[in-house]
């Protein structure tokens, strides 16, 4: 027989050395002013990014565009050559409606008559009349859904009811400059039916002659 082989006896392992309580509390009271510091400055950031960027309202209005009626005159005019409707997948005339409507004449109106003051007081206040037209182009979002024929339109401010003054104001200068623009008579309007109405007098004088 084989002689027995000796099983040699090994220490026993230390005990674990993770933090406790009592280490927790240590590192707390010893890094506290820290740990405050950085708490203080956490609420401070905060503070800030919640003044510089204060909540806003978003009200929102809906514009269908069914068809534009021309009414400019023009010298050989049919009885549907004044009627003018969108295309199938609304790009042809919405696309120029969008234009007038986030354009910065649009919201230069828009500005005197809410007021740029009421505008701006929530961005530092001023009467800069300009400023206050870009705070309204910038808040506004204009979208037209997929194959459809509204324009929808929708206004971001910090005060709930500028928000609601300016969208009412925009939707109602957009209407009347759509009219100003599709039916209405400028210099150009007018020196155009000089020279048609001309044309018409001579068109006329020369089949009376004829005849």
């Known amino acids: ?6 099983i040699q006896a090994r220490p026993a392992q230390s005990a674990s050395s993770g933090l406790n309580a009592a280490d927790l509390q240590y590192m707390l009271f010893r890094h ?5 510091a950085c708490f203080l400055l956490g609420v401070a950031a905060a503070a800030f990014i919640y003044f510089r960027n204060p909540p806003s ?3 929102e209005a809906k514009i269908l565009i069914r068809y534009i009626q021309e009414s400019r005159p023009t010298v050989a005019k049919t009885e549907d050559s004044d009627i003018r409707t969108p295309d199938t997948r609304g790009e042809n005339i919405i696309n120029s409606e969008l234009e007038i409507l986030t354009s910065l004449d649009l919201a230069l109106q828009v500005a005197d008559a809410v007021g740029p003051r ?11 009349r300009t400023r206050a037209a870009v705070v309204v182009r910038n ?8 194959r459809s024929n509204i324009i929808r339109a929708r206004y971001r401010h910090p005060d709930p009811m500028i928000a609601r003054q300016v969208l009412d104001a925009l939707v109602r200068t957009y209407l009347e400059r759509h009219v100003a623009i ?3 008579r400028g210099v150009l309007d007018d020196f155009f039916a000089q020279q048609a109405d001309q ?7 020369t089949e009376e002659e004829i005849k």
């Open 182 to 184: 599709h039916q209405g």
């Open 1 to 6: 027989m084989s002689d027995p082989i000796p």
């Open 57 to 59: 309202y978003v009200t």
């Open 32 to 36: 506290k002013w820290k740990i405050l």
């Open 139 to 146: 808040g506004l979002q204009v979208e037209v859904p997929r």
């Open 199 to 205: 044309i018409r007098a001579r068109l006329a004088q």
């Open 118 to 128: 009421n505008i701006l007081a929530a961005y530092g206040g001023g009467e800069d």
